[in-house]
């Protein structure tokens, strides 16, 4: 593994770590760059654990805390336990952004990582954030509509709104197995008995076939440019020669 203590290698030693702490097992699902919704943000992991949903904001020393207040203001109100997991040269001023809902890990220069601050008080979920999270097929199938009914997904959002906030919640929950479960499990079965890797989270993502595709033609790129250099160099040399 690289010794570069990024936001990937930290992800694969905090999953290990719940892992050892029976935090997790193998009927837990999970997702990496979890998009929350239409909140604009995406949580770095997001763990449905029982009746738990946590969602995991990972900042490695290389990143900005610039956005952090922001992001932790939408995992409060969506999840049921929020983990801000920080180098250890941001732990200071994490601890000023986070309130008493989120729970500090630190991650020191060996990439050891442990509980910092303990959460306080219970994040409060809110009815409208947790309306984003859901898609107007969440939505269609929660109110009992059929899949093919042309309803805009405000007007959707406007019903919903009316239902208890923890009806809303449990369909959030709902619709995270329906996406996740499958990737989850190929998750487990991949790395039973082993080491959490780089190449096993890309089963999390659903950006990882996209991302790697892009690598692929950024390297293609480059090589087609690298060759094309290499050419010009050797014909402006055979022309002065």
């Known amino acids: 593994m690289n010794d570069k203590i990024d936001e990937t290698r930290i992800k694969c030693e905090l999953l290990l770590l719940l892992r050892r702490s029976k935090l997790l097992n193998a009927r837990s699902i999970l997702s990496s760059e979890y998009v929350i919704g239409s909140t ?24 900005s805390l610039a956005r952090l207040s922001d992001q932790l203001e939408v995992y409060r109100s969506c999840f049921t336990r929020v983990m801000l997991v920080v180098d250890e040269r941001h732990v200071e001023s994490a601890t000023l952004r986070a309130g008493p809902s989120i729970e500090i890990w630190k991650v020191d220069s060996q990439c050891g990582i442990q509980l910092h601050r303990a959460q306080e008080i219970s ?35 406007q019903v919903m709104n009316g239902q208890p906030e923890e009806d809303i919640f449990r369909e959030v929950i709902y619709s995270f197995k329906q996406v996740y479960s499958e990737t989850s499990s190929k998750f487990w079965a991949e790395t039973y008995r082993k080491k959490i890797s ?41 022309n002065w020669a």
Do not use: C
């Not at 604009?40 to 990143?63: H, M, P, Q, V």
């Not at 089963?203 to 010009?232: C, G, P, T, Y």
């Open 40 to 63: 604009g943000r995406r949580a770095d992991l997001a763990i449905l654990n029982g009746t738990s949903f946590i969602g995991i904001e990972i900042k490695s020393r290389y990143d």
């Open 123 to 157: 994040p409060i979920k809110i009815k409208s954030q947790l309306l984003k999270m859901l898609t107007t097929g969440d939505l269609k199938r929660a109110l009992k509509l059929p899949s093919n009914s042309i309803i805009k997904k405000k007007e959707l959002i």
């Open 198 to 238: 780089p190449q096993s989270l890309q089963a999390l993502s659903r950006f990882a076939s996209v991302r790697i595709e892009n690598n692929r033609k950024q390297e293609q790129q480059h090589a087609f440019w690298d060759s094309w250099r290499e050419a010009a160099k050797v014909s402006l040399q055979d």
